[in-house]
């Protein structure tokens, strides 16, 4: 599990920028609960909304069985907004991500 930590959305967008390049398409996501790892186009190919995009686990919209307290399965079906909000990256001024995948 990732350490919570605060940052601008210039600071966060500029991090994805440097790890992955511009197109927010190709970005890539870890999933606080089951690690798995997600690009925005996963997200789009999956029929997530924009507003999910390194919100809510993938599984959510590809049919994933892990949980918040079974999370051995990949990807599971988190939802940053739910009870338990583990997302560790504060936008501040925007919300709570997922943090970035290693590039």
Not at 19 to 28: I, L, Q, S, Y
Not at 76 to 97: H, Q, S
Request: glycine share 14%; hydrophobic share 35%; net charge neutral.
């Amino acid at each position: 599990m990732y350490p919570r930590r605060t940052v601008t959305e210039q600071a966060y967008r500029d991090e994805a920028v440097n790890k992955f390049g511009p197109d927010v398409r190709a970005w890539k996501f870890v999933c606080p609960v089951c690690g798995h790892i997600a690009s925005g186009q996963d997200y789009i190919d999956a029929g997530a909304p924009a507003g999910a995009i390194a919100f809510s686990c993938i599984g959510r919209w590809t049919g994933g069985k892990g949980t918040l307290f079974n999370n051995k399965t990949q990807p599971c079906n988190y939802a940053g907004g739910g009870l338990f909000a583990l997302n560790p990256v504060e936008v501040i001024g925007v919300g709570c991500y997922f943090e970035l995948a290693d590039g």
